[in-house]
């Protein structure tokens, strides 16, 4: 294990891209869902250049303690309504100094669907050239649980002991309302689907956006070895659909689900968060179903217009 120095936060030896962007050795727990994420985003970085602001959550724990980190890339630690400010920043310092780096954001939904919204609402409307990922785990994680604007009808958290009686927001579709150049979801169990998505958003320039529901065996009181598990029967079910839309308007599914009502099953079932009794799988079917009539529709425009 090579864990180098930091001064002012920033890893001040040239990346040595045979290094992983998440070193062994890390604090996260096991079977966390954002750890896979950070091992496919290492492999969609390949040899670029990258810079990643990371937010309170539990991403920036993941460094570990001064003047150490477990990340094999300058990480930048902001404030938890600043990362796409601070990003804009370096992002704006690399352009201006013919950098070739790519500006990265690593958030939480905490981060990213509730306290960061202004700053990422902002930075997308200036279309600041940055790339953005939301690790979903639909719960504040780092600090025991709480609820979030992403946490889903009938999951129970340490502020919502009875179930959550609020549906998540659709991140996606408020990204894209802002019309960026990219913005899409991406599955932890579909890793070509989601790597080169992710290779693509490096790729780009202007805001991107990537969302990733990523398990959370803390929270979400489920098996460690189960997360890709749930996140495939999330995906097959509807619950999670794969999609990406570009420039706001061109919508299209990457991932067509079976729609399976046992796949849905074992989703909640197979996590202690939710609990019988809180929540209505035939609600959450018809949810589904509306869902995907309204996606389907946009991909049809979307197929026909251009
Ligand atoms: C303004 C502010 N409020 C609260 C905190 C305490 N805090 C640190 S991390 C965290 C939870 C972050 O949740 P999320 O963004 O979903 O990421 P996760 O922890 O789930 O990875 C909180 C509440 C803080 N650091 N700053
Ligand atoms: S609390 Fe959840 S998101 Fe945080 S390190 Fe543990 S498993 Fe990962």
């Known amino acids: ?82 990362a796409a400010a601070v990003a804009t920043g370096l992002s704006r310092a690399a352009n201006l100094q013919k950098r070739d780096t790519r500006v990265l954001c690593w958030a939480g939904d905490g981060g990213t669907y509730d306290i960061g919204m202004a700053t990422l609402s902002a930075a ?41 009686g609020r549906q998540k927001k659709d991140i996606l579709a408020i990204m894209a309302a802002h019309r960026i150049p990219y913005a899409a979801t991406v599955s932890l169990a579909h890793p070509e689907d989601c790597i080169q998505k992710m290779e693509k958003a490096l790729d780009l320039r202007g805001f991107r956006f990537l969302h990733i529901l990523a398990p959370c065996p803390t929270g979400w009181k489920s098996e460690p070895a189960e997360g890709v598990q749930l996140v495939r029967a999330a995906v097959r079910s509807g ?23 046992e796949e849905l099953a074992f989703y909640f079932e197979h996590q202690g968060r939710f609990r019988k009794g809180f929540f209505d799988l035939d609600e959450i079917v018809r949810e589904i179903q509306e869902h995907w009539e309204e996606l389907e529709e946009k991909a049809r425009r979307t197929e026909s217009a251009y």
């Open 1 to 82: 294990m090579t864990h180098e120095p930091m001064i002012g936060g920033i890893a001040q030896t040239p990346l040595d891209r045979s290094d992983p962007l998440l070193r062994p050795g890390n604090t996260n727990c096991g079977g966390c869902g954002m750890s896979i994420g950070l091992n496919m985003l290492s492999r969609a970085i390949g040899k670029r250049n990258v810079q990643i602001v990371i937010p309170a959550c539990c991403g920036i724990v993941t460094a570990g303690p001064f003047p150490w980190s477990a990340y094999g890339a300058p990480v930048v630690a902001s404030t938890f309504a600043s």
């Open 124 to 164: 997308a409307e200036r279309n600041e050239d940055i790339l953005y990922f939301c690790y979903d785990n639909e719960i504040y994680g780092n600090t025991g649980g709480q609820r979030s604007s992403a946490t889903p009808v009938g999951a129970r958290t340490t502020t919502t002991p009875k179930g959550k």
């Open 239 to 261: 619950l999670f659909p794969v999609v990406e839309v570009e420039d706001g308007r061109k919508w299209k599914i990457d991932i067509q689900p079976d729609f399976s009502r």
